[in-house]
């Protein structure tokens, strides 16, 4: 399974971005997409998660209210519309396939990783 990610930039404080994850390959399974994302000063952190059917989702606290992860299954792909961002959203985001949503937060489960789209926001 290929993932690509597509959609960051450059933003002011209080903008809005959204990111795209497009799936090839091996995409006739069913899976949970993730996006987490990293910081040259910290460790790879979970963002949100999306079961298969899109009728569950997980966010982390500190996006939870600004950010809303979606699907798109005809077209393997996942979204992830930010807004309100800050500062400290700054950071490469990454597009992940787990099977689990249970344990979607977790870096160590996840199965495939996209190569990464820079989302830089400024104060």
């Known amino acids: 399974v290929q993932l690509v990610e597509s959609g960051g930039g450059l933003v002011q404080a209080g903008g809005s971005l959204r990111l795209s994850c497009a799936a090839s390959g091996r995409t006739y399974d069913t899976y949970v997409m993730s996006w987490f994302r990293q910081t040259p000063t910290k460790e790879r952190e979970f963002v949100a998660a999306?079961?298969?059917?899109?009728?569950?989702?997980r966010y982390s606290n500190s996006v939870k209210g600004r950010f809303t992860i979606s699907r798109d299954n005809a077209k393997n792909t996942v979204y992830l519309q930010m807004n309100s961002l800050k500062p400290e959203d700054t950071g490469v985001y990454y597009c992940a396939i787990t099977s689990d949503l249970v344990y979607s937060d977790l870096s160590s489960l996840v199965d495939y990783w996209g190569k990464g789209t820079l989302v830089t926001v400024s104060s």
């Open positions: 999306i079961s298969w059917s899109g009728d569950n989702t």
